[in-house]
Each structure stands twice: as C-alpha cells, then as structure tokens.
C-alpha cells in the first residue's frame, strides 16, 4: 500500500501516551504503516494508506475514538510536495507571542475594556479588520510614542517559538513575522527571534506622538495572504513550499494561501477553517513545536 496521507498526533509533553498511541494502532492496524515517535510523550505519527476522502473521514472517527476526551491534537497531512517547508509565514500577537499589544497600547490611554471588545470581535470575525484597525487607532491620538517601548518588556514569547524558528533556519528555511499589529514592536520581536522578513502595519508618529492613524495599505487578511505570496517568489519558492500560522480570523487568507496552514491555539472561526482546508492543521494542545512535528522533524532535529 502506497501512503497519501500521514497521521500526526500532538501533545504537551507526557499527555501523550504509550497507552493512547497503542489504542491508536490497535484501531488503525494493519492501516498505520510505519508507526514511530517523533518526539517521545509530545509527537507520533503514522502513514495511511491511499484512499479517497470517505475512508480517510471513518479512519479519522476511529482515531478520534481511541484518543477520547485526551488533550491530543489529530492531524492528517498530504504527503503532496516536500512535507518540509521552506518559508514560515507567522502571525504575531497571540501566536508567536502570547499577549495582543493593542490590547496593552490600550491601558495607556485608559480604554482597555472597550478596545479589547473590539480586538475580540475583529479576531472572530465579527467586524471589519481594517475598519476595526482604524477605529482602535484613533483612540490612541496624542499618546507619547516613547510609552510604547515598556510595552515590549513585558512581552512573553509563545513557548516553542524561538524552537521553531531556529529549527526552520537551521534547515535552510525562511520565516517572516506577518502581522495586522504594528511595525514598532514586530521589528523588535522579529529582530530578536532571527526573523528574515517583518510585515506589519505602520502607525503614524508625529512630533514624538501618534496621530492616531495608521498608514496605507493596511496590513489585514488580503495584505497577509499577499505578503505570503510576494516573499515566497522573492524567495524562490513555490506556495506549495510555504507554512502559515495564526490565531484569528485575518489569518484565514494567509492559511488558504500556504501550503500548510495551521491554526494555533485559535478562535472558532479560524480552526473550523483550518479544518475544511485541503492541507490545514489545528493545534489547541501542544506549543509552537507542533509546527515541526506536522512537517516531519523529529526531536532530535530541533535546533536548541
């Protein structure tokens, strides 16, 4: 039997099992072909067999069942092209770092509840992003620019974040930060984890404050899904080549653009997406390192 198809599963550390990876094979035997640990307790994977997408949704339900109510993220990848991919196109805030710096410029001025709503209901798509953009903006007209640089102090990075850069570069891939924030933060964040490219919105700064706009074009779904596109052929790559990952709803562009797109820790409305997507991945459990396990790397191929 020819394989299509690969079977990873996911994990935080020790929530993957021997008991659980067994269940899985005893379910899928003799359909699992060459069963093996990627990384021991966080990443399994599996090839299937060759068949169409009705089959491949029963050996999905009969993964599901054996995994039952345990934090495990499934995950079917094409083996269409080089599972490796060569370019990391990543969202910023809520991805590759933990906080929504909007949010925080929002505590500034003193209209963090009313600025958070709107980021929410941006990210579930409930909103325009660029009309939402403009408006959450506007708000921060006359603030201090140099306010902003205590901002990234308290920054933390999404754990697994600098592994999965540095791995990718380390193999010889690109990766670009690809952001709706803004360039005063992503620069510095894309700086200090070897990012090769930063796309982000730019605000403006007048005589030392913002003006409470932001400049044209406006980096939301479209532009990201755009920038995928343009670095890729800057880079030589082909789409097929690339990885793309976010939170919200203006990553859904830039998922469907990749050649991998992957949903992290993710709103509804980005996940349900991720899932209809030919070659889409949802990962709600493990860290930024399930990004290596669904292109193939092993633990012992991770740069440190």
């Given amino acids: 039997m020819s394989a299509s198809h690969t079977l990873v599963l996911t994990a935080k550390l020790g929530d993957l099992t021997d008991d659980l990876v067994r269940a899985v094979i005893d379910r899928l035997d003799p359909r699992a072909l060459g069963a093996r ?6 990443a399994w994977e599996a090839d299937l067999p060759s068949t169409g997408p009705a089959p491949l949704a029963a050996l999905l339900d009969t993964v599901r069942r054996a995994i039952g109510p345990a934090p495990v993220d499934i995950n079917v ?10 370019l990391l196109c990543a969202d910023m805030e809520s991805t590759i770092i933990e906080q929504e ?4 410029l929002a505590t500034l001025v003193g209209r963090h509840e009313e600025i958070s709503a709107i980021t929410k209901a941006a990210m ?3 909103l325009d992003f660029a009309a939402s953009l403009v408006r959450r903006v506007a708000l921060f ?6 306010q902003l640089n205590p901002l990234l102090d308290r920054v933390t990075l999404m754990p697994g974040a600098e592994t999965l850069v540095r791995t990718m570069r380390a193999h010889g891939g690109k990766c670009a930060l690809i ?3 803004f360039t005063i933060f992503a620069e510095r964040i894309g700086a200090q984890l070897g990012f090769d490219a930063v796309v982000a919105n730019v605000l403006e700064i007048e005589n030392g404050k913002l003006t409470g706009r932001v400049r044209e074009p406006i980096v939301g779904p479209q532009g990201k899904a755009d920038a995928l596109a343009r670095l890729a052929s800057e880079y030589g790559f082909d789409a097929s080549d690339t990885i793309a990952v976010g939170d919200g709803s203006n990553d859904t562009l830039m998922l469907a653009a990749a ?5 992290f820790r993710a709103k509804p409305i980005l996940a349900a997406h991720a899932r209809a997507l030919p070659n889409g991945a949802v990962v709600t459990h493990g860290d930024l390192t399930a990004l290596l396990s669904l ?6 191929s991770f740069a440190s």
């Fill in 37 to 42: 640990w990627l990384a021991m307790g966080e």
């Fill in 77 to 86: 990848i094409s083996d269409a092209g080089s599972r490796r991919k060569r």
């Fill in 101 to 104: 710096l909007i949010d925080e």
């Fill in 124 to 126: 579930r798509g409930e």
């Fill in 141 to 146: 007209e006359g603030l201090a620019a140099d």
């Fill in 179 to 181: 952001s709706g924030g």
């Fill in 259 to 263: 050649g991998l797109g992957v949903a």
């Fill in 295 to 300: 292109q193939g790397y092993a633990r012992d």
